[in-house]
């Protein structure tokens, strides 16, 4: 798939990828109300950068942001309205990690047994 957005720094990349997350969020959000299935609390969502989740808090435009596309946006009007929770997690405590890269065997077997799966 060609890549819609060129982003130019760290924070923009995570910005972006937890807007991504959050569309999918709601969208899942939704087939569970069609499915009459009602969430009740927030949807948390696990970001491992602590500048995607001050930008998503913090209305005020910083000189660094300018150039984040108006749509990069939407994760902004979610965590303000309520729809979803920002949430910091380190990078070392990531579980999706295991699913993404390769890692040493050490970690691989930690995050293994972290989300309860064994090998029979």
């Known amino acids: 798939m060609k890549q819609e957005i060129v982003a130019q720094s760290t924070a923009e990349v ?3 990828a937890a807007t ?3 569309n999918q ?3 899942l959000k939704k087939i569970l109300c069609d499915l009459f299935l009602q969430q009740k609390n927030k949807t948390r969502i696990f970001v491992d950068n602590q500048a995607t989740i001050a930008l998503a808090d913090n209305p005020m435009c910083h000189g660094k942001t300018k150039h984040f596309n108006i749509k990069l946006y939407f994760l902004r009007e979610m965590q303000q309205s309520g729809e979803v929770n920002l949430i910091y997690c380190k ?3 990531q579980l999706a ?3 993404t890269k390769s890692l040493p065997i050490n970690k691989f077997e930690l995050l293994r047994q972290r989300i309860e799966v064994s090998i029979s």
């Open 14 to 16: 995570e910005f972006i």
């Open 97 to 99: 990690d295991i699913f």
């Open 91 to 93: 990078s070392e405590d």
């Open 20 to 22: 991504t997350t959050v």
């Open 25 to 27: 969020a709601l969208w």
